[in-house]
């Protein structure tokens, strides 16, 4: 008979702990045959959590390559969504769609899935940004169901900056999303996952901090990139690497919702003016930004007036890029 192992899914997957209590990250599984992931009690899932899973799940596979690992489930308003969006698929079971088989609604974009060396070959002599402002566009249109409101220009300004670090700085090949949008709950959340060498490894070679959490706290300070003043000289002047992307990014979302950064052993998690550090384990950096769609109505100024306390606060001869000061939508 073969040894199996059974990881019983949480009914709610809505927050890290739901996730990390499972312990996949210490699990043994040398004398197991079979894993068997039970999802028949799963009801309910947020993007992070799910996220999540699929990292602890990636980094089990890597350390037990031998054992077999198998999916149960039944007919849950969590199985239909998660094989709608192609999530089983992304867990690397073969049931339910791919990612990237469906568009998405105004209530969600499915997984999509970014080929990292893909992007920076499609873009040919022309700086990688650019490729990653189209796919930006395309994503916000489908989550915000048009291209001109207010809570289009706030998404597609946080996906596109978000993108661009992934594209730009993790040094991987691979990147994830997943979005929800309750318009009932006036709450959007957009999750964005590398497979990249992480925040410390990222800014380590030109900057100085203690630990992860110094790190991550330090990436969301304005003018902080994983690039030298003297490589940045030499980048398209539109698109160059001015370290405004997680600023921006995360003060927007903590005035009006919650931005969470994950990266290596360390998370950090940004509310109106509190910073908040927790334990995690991922693998590359994940990118979590909630937003309270019913006070966007300024979003284009707010964009902007953030982005000039960053430049003003820098002491020195230092701006953002263009394109992190631009915003899509109208004008």
């Known amino acids: 008979m073969p040894k199996e192992r059974y990881i019983i899914i949480p009914r709610n997957l809505t927050s890290f702990s739901s996730v990390a209590n499972l312990e996949l990250r210490s699990l043994d599984l040398h004398e197991i045959d079979r894993c068997i992931l039970d999802f028949t009690g799963?009801?309910?899932?947020?993007?992070?959590?799910m996220m999540s899973l699929a990292s602890d799940l990636r980094d089990l596979r890597t350390r037990f390559p031998a054992v077999t690992y198998l999916c149960n489930s039944k007919d849950t308003a969590f199985r239909g969504y998660a094989d709608h969006i192609g999530y089983f698929r992304f867990l690397g079971f073969s049931r339910g769609n791919l990612p990237g088989d469906v568009s998405g609604s105004g209530n969600?974009?499915?997984?999509?899935?970014?080929?990292?060396?893909?992007?920076?070959?499609a873009s040919g002599d022309e700086p990688y940004g650019k490729i990653v402002s189209e796919?930006?566009?395309?994503?916000?249109?489908v989550l915000a169901q048009?291209?001109?409101?207010?809570?289009?220009?706030?998404?597609?300004?946080?996906?596109?900056e978000i993108l661009r670090n992934a594209v730009e700085h993790g040094m991987g090949s691979k990147a994830a999303m997943l979005a929800q949008y309750w318009p009932k709950k006036h709450e959007a959340e957009v999750v964005i996952c590398d497979n990249g060498l992480g925040i410390v490894r990222t800014l380590e070679a030109h900057h100085a901090?203690?630990?992860?959490?110094?790190?991550?706290?330090?990436?969301?300070?304005?003018?902080?990139?994983?690039?030298?003043?003297?490589?940045?000289?030499?980048?398209?002047?539109y698109y160059r690497n001015s370290g405004f992307g997680l600023y921006t990014t995360s003060t927007l979302c903590a005035k009006h919702g919650s931005f969470r950064i994950i990266s290596g052993d360390a998370g950090l998690s940004r509310q109106s003016e509190n910073l908040k550090r927790h334990k995690w384990s991922f693998d590359g950096t994940c990118v979590?930004?909630?937003?309270?769609?019913?006070?966007?109505?300024?979003?284009?100024s707010t964009i902007q007036k953030i982005i000039e306390v960053g430049e003003t606060g820098l002491g020195k001869p230092q701006s953002a890029s263009t394109a992190s000061k631009q915003t899509s939508g109208w004008n």
């Open 108 to 121: 969600y974009v499915p997984i999509h899935l970014f080929n990292i060396d893909k992007i920076k070959e």
């Open 288 to 300: 979590q930004m909630k937003l309270r769609t019913n006070e966007l109505s300024e979003s284009r």
């Open 42 to 49: 799963t009801h309910f899932a947020e993007p992070l959590p």
């Open 146 to 160: 048009d291209s001109k409101s207010n809570v289009f220009v706030a998404l597609e300004y946080a996906i596109r």
């Open 209 to 237: 901090f203690s630990d992860s959490y110094e790190a991550l706290e330090l990436s969301l300070n304005a003018g902080v990139s994983g690039t030298s003043e003297l490589e940045r000289q030499y980048q398209n002047p």
């Open 135 to 141: 796919e930006s566009v395309k994503l916000a249109e």
